[in-house]
């Protein structure tokens, strides 16, 4: 029985680091957008996107980074987050080294893990 509890209080943790790592990593991406990073206003202008572009992905990685800690959201929060980062590895292969596209493949992998630990319907 104690087996049993020890890998689920595993699989409880991975699942809040895993949360915990995209969350870290949604809000840096929001504040970049939100105060005009010449980098990332740089990155969306030569994918040709409206100014306004920026802030919506830059709100949707906010309200993603916050969705994501909550049962009724959490699996649709790491879906979302998930096309974000197929968007950025598109922009990652087209327009820079591909190994700049490493951290956008290693969070969809995360967001990966949350909706599948988040569909299981194990709150962990």
């Not at 209080?9 to 969350?23: N, Q």
């Not at 916050?66 to 790491?78: K, N, V």
């Amino acid at each position: 029985m104690s087996i049993l509890n020890d890998r689920a209080r595993l699989l409880t943790l991975s699942t809040w680091a895993a949360m915990a790592f995209v969350s870290l990593i949604m809000l840096a991406g929001a504040f970049a957008k939100f105060t005009s990073n010449p980098q990332v206003v740089e990155g969306f202008q030569k994918l040709g996107t409206p100014g306004w572009f920026m802030l919506f992905i830059g709100a949707s990685e906010l309200a993603g980074a916050f969705g994501i800690w909550l049962r009724q959201t959490s699996m649709l929060a790491a879906l979302g987050i998930g096309i974000i980062m197929v968007g950025a590895i598109y922009f990652h292969i087209v327009f820079s080294p591909l190994t700049s596209a490493i951290p956008a493949v290693l969070v969809l992998a995360v967001c990966g893990y949350i909706v599948w630990r988040r569909g299981t319907g194990v709150i962990g």
